[in-house]
C-alpha cells in the first residue's frame, strides 16, 4: 500500500518554509488525518487507527494534489475505554479538541479556508464534532467537516467479507493493517472475536434510538476484540482500502466544489 498514484500525495510536514509557502498559494483544502494508540486486541497493533486514517487520508490526497494538502496525523485519541489492557495511550476530549483547533487557526491564519477532520477511532467523533464547530464559531473558518472515514472501511468490508467481519479490530481493520503493515498482524490471532451478548443486546437497542452507551472495552469483549477476523488477508484489505478512498475522494471534490459563500 505504499505505492501512490501520481502526482504523490502533498505532505506538509515534508515541505521547506519557502516550499510551504508557495504550495499555500495553491492549497483548497487540508485533510487532517486523526487516529488514535490503543489496544487492538492481541493480533493487531496499538497504531492501527493511525495506519488506516494515514493511508486513507495521503492515497486521497494523491489524487487530489495540488488542491489538498496532507497534515500530519494525530496519533492519539479519546481511548479511556481501553485502559484495561496495555498500550493504550488517551488524550481526554479537550486536549484533542485543543490540538485540532490549534491546528486548523495555524493553518487558516496561512490562507487555507477548507479543513477535512478524517477520524478513524469512534471514541474521537464526539471531540471532533465539537472542535469543528468551535473552528466555526470561535475562528471563523468557512468549512469545517468532521468525517468518521472509519465508516468508509466498514462499508466496504461488509460487501468484501462479509457484515460478521465488522468490529475493533475485526476482520475489516485486519484485512486493512494487512495490506498495510501485515509485518505488525499476529496472524495466529486472527480469531472470531465475540461480544458479551447482553451488553451488545442493549447496545444495539440505544444505538438505534440515536443514543450512546459508553463501556469499557475489557467489559466488552475477553480479548479486547469484536468482530470475526478469522477470514481476512491482505487481498481484502487492499480493496476494502480502495473503495474507501474512492468514497473519500468523491467526498472531497464536493467539498471543494462547494461555494464558500453558502456558508
Known sequence: MSDFPTPQPLLLENLTS???????????????????????????????????????????????????????????????????????????????????????????????????????????????????????????????????????????????IGPESIGHAGGDEAAAVLAIRPDLVTTSELKNAVMQPDLQRVQTIVTAAGGSLPVAMHKRSASGATGDASKASAEQGSEIIGQAVSALTAICQELLELDLALL
Open 18 to 160: 519557502p516550499q510551504a509557502g508557495e504550495a499555500l498559494q495553491k492549497i483548497e483544502m487540508v485533510i487532517i488525518p486523526v487516529g488514535a494508540l490503543e489496544q487492538h486486541g492481541p493480533a493487531l497493533p496499538v497504531s492501527t487507527d493511525n495506519l488506516t486514517a494515514t493511508v486513507m487520508a495521503q492515497m486521497t490526497g494523491a489524487l487530489l494534489a495540488p488542491k489538498v494538502a496532507i497534515a500530519p496525523t494525530i496519533p492519539w485519541g479519546v481511548s479511556w475505554h481501553h485502559f484495561g489492557r496495555p498500550g493504550t495511550i488517551s488524550l481526554k476530549p479537550e486536549t484533542l479538541i485543543s490540538i485540532v483547533i490549534d491546528q486548523i487557526d495555524s493553518l487558516y491564519r496561512q490562507g487555507v479556508k477548507r479543513f477535512m477532520l478524517m477520524n478513524t477511532h469512534g471514541g474521537n467523533n464526539a471531540a471532533l464534532a465539537l472542535a469543528a464547530e468551535r473552528a466555526k464559531r470561535d475562528l471563523g473558518v468557512p468549512l469545517v467537516v468532521s468525517l468518521f472515514g472509519y465508516t468508509l472501511l466498514a462499508n466496504a468490508a461488509r460487501e468484501v
